[in-house]
């Protein structure tokens, strides 16, 4: 197994950049796209900061409209899940995937221009959203030009990552290719349909019907890319950092194939007390408890090929961002067929117990590996030892915990809400019992954009400044 490349010694012969134009060199796309992954990271979590501060003080932003909690609020949730987590995550995969394959990326310049269109259409869906144009439905509000911009720019990269499997060298296909390629040919197909992409206008269905396509797609942008991307990213890390071979490639596959059978139908769980077919809610709620047997061959596979070799996850950045990353997945993972139950939905659904789930699966579980995976590739596409370990620290500790004070808060938060409306209490009444949870919640928030500032700092400084690996 190859030496842990993070930190790369001064003797280690590196690779030198080809001459030419840029957006024609090796790996150029995955630095495009891991740089934009970072500086999204510091928008979104302040756009977080604005949502955070209008629940302690709501009359802070008072006559800026633009900066309305209805709007900040939506800016602040597609800012992270499609610039920061999305983008990261595709940028670790760029760089990955022609590694198992043994060949070169079918075409740099496809990837950048994918970045281009990719960070086009989430600039102008910021935009819009901050100017009072969205569809309304969550993860789904980006207006039409917007989405037709996020697609062109997964097909692209849908064409990029099939090319490349095709000329492939290496016949044996490591699992990690097998989710990067699905993950985005899914989502190829997934975003339009969740979307309602054939009514530009509003981006919406009627009634009911709009529900079941909305919690089709809200669940699947999580389950059939984020996920996949992110396991992937781990399915390459874990063999490497440990230095053993994988426990099981069995196992992974067997994950990959029912991760698409049981994922694609548990949407629905958050529809259990909306009037829709009861077979429907029956097949959402056991595909949820069903989904634990992806995640546990995930994170069997991964544990068990890093068994006795923790110390090398704990005493190497990327790794313990790494497999943090995973200790989340297994905590989402849990907690999600939980609340899929009715009995549990009465207590948990509509309040912050579902914000704080939210916040743990996507920054928790995709974000750090998201970031594992980043400080991991830097090196290698950039030709760059990366350009501080003692930052990549702090903001570990910054983010996990903000993150641990997020989960801990809105889950205490969430539960004192359900128990006072399934006792009868009004929603307005439970509204001042909020205030302290709310300030807690921001004071883990500031700590969260804090490290992704530092975050964004240690990026552009390796590529400015970090110090070149000797040829």
């Not at 501060?53 to 009359?59: K, N």
């Not at 709310?438 to 700590?447: E, I, Q």
Request: proline share 5%; glycine share 10%; charged share 10%.
């Amino acid at each position: 197994m190859l030496r842990d490349p993070l930190f790369v010694p001064k003797h280690t012969k590196g690779r030198p950049m080809p001459e030419g134009r840029f957006w024609e060199k090796e790996y150029s796309s995955a630095r495009v796209w891991l740089a934009g992954g970072a500086v999204w990271m510091a928008i979104g979590t302040l756009a977080g900061l604005g949502s955070a501060i209008h629940l302690v003080a709501p009359d802070f932003f008072a006559n800026i409209p633009w900066l309305e909690f209805g709007r900040i609020r939506q800016v602040h949730v597609n800012t992270v899940l499609f610039g920061f987590v999305v983008q990261m995550l595709i940028g670790c995969a760029l760089y990955i995937m022609p590694r198992v394959l043994a060949t070169k990326l079918f075409s740099e310049p496809l990837a950048n221009l994918a970045a281009l269109f990719f960070n086009a259409g989430v600039v102008l869906g910021d935009i819009g959203l901050m100017a009072g144009y969205t569809q309304g439905r969550e993860y789904a509000e980006y207006i039409f030009p917007a989405d037709v911009l996020l697609v062109i720019a997964l097909v692209m990269v849908a064409v990029n990552m099939v090319m490349t499997l095709v000329r492939r060298n290496e016949q044996l296909l490591y699992v990690s290719s097998w989710y990067f390629a699905g993950a985005i040919v899914w989502t190829v197909f997934m975003y339009p349909l969740g979307n309602v992409m054939w009514h530009p206008a509003t981006g919406a269905e009627t009634g009911i019907t709009d529900a079941i396509f909305l919690w089709f797609y809200g669940h699947n942008v999580f389950g059939l890319l984020v996920t996949p991307l992110a396991v992937g990213i781990a399915y390459y890390m874990f063999p490497r950092i440990a230095g053993a071979p994988l426990y099981s490639q069995a196992l992974s596959i067997i994950g990959f194939w029912s991760l698409l059978l049981f994922y694609t139908h548990i949407g629905a769980h958050h529809l259990i007390q909306a009037p829709i077919p009861t077979w429907l809610k029956t097949v959402s709620i056991i595909d949820s408890f069903a989904m634990m047997l992806p995640v546990a061959t995930v994170l069997v596979n991964q544990w068990y090929t890093a068994r006795g070799r923790f110390g090398r996850f704990l005493t190497n950045p990327s790794a313990k961002l790494m497999l943090v990353g995973t200790i989340w997945y297994a905590i989402v993972c849990i907690q999600g067929p939980l609340q899929s139950l009715a009995v549990v939905q009465r207590v948990t659904h509509f309040n912050n117990w579902v914000v704080g789930h939210a916040h743990i699966a996507v920054l928790g579980f995709t974000g750090f590996i998201a970031l594992g995976g980043m400080y991991y590739v830097l090196p290698y596409v950039t030709g760059r030892r990366v350009y501080s370990e003692k930052l990549i620290n702090i903001q570990y500790w910054l983010i996990l915990l903000g993150l641990l004070d997020f989960f801990i808060v809105l889950t205490i938060a969430g539960l004192i809400q359900g128990q006072d409306w399934l006792n009868g209490a009004t929603v307005y009444r439970t509204v001042p019992q909020m205030k302290p949870y709310m300030t807690l919640r921001l004071a883990g928030g500031l700590m969260i954009i804090t490290g992704a500032f530092v975050g964004v700092y240690n990026v552009l400084m390796t590529f400015r400044k970090g110090e070149p690996i000797n040829p």
